[in-house]
């Protein structure tokens, strides 16, 4: 038997933004959206998240 997790949008949201991790404007799209969607809190959780995740692809290295 299969159990069904709920996925809060703040998880399917990092689920997304890592998906579309390739390409600056969608990712720019997508993370707005994001931002759009979640409670204040949340948006400042999915910020750290990124900045924790993605800083290195932003400044160019790896």
Known sequence: MKIKTKTSWLEY?????????FSHELFKKEFTKSL?????N???EL?????ENFETQKNGTS
């Open 13 to 21: 949201s990092k689920i997304i933004l890592r998906k579309v991790s």
């Open 36 to 40: 759009d969607m979640l409670a204040e």
């Open 42 to 44: 949340e948006s400042r």
């Open 47 to 51: 910020r750290v998240w990124c900045l």
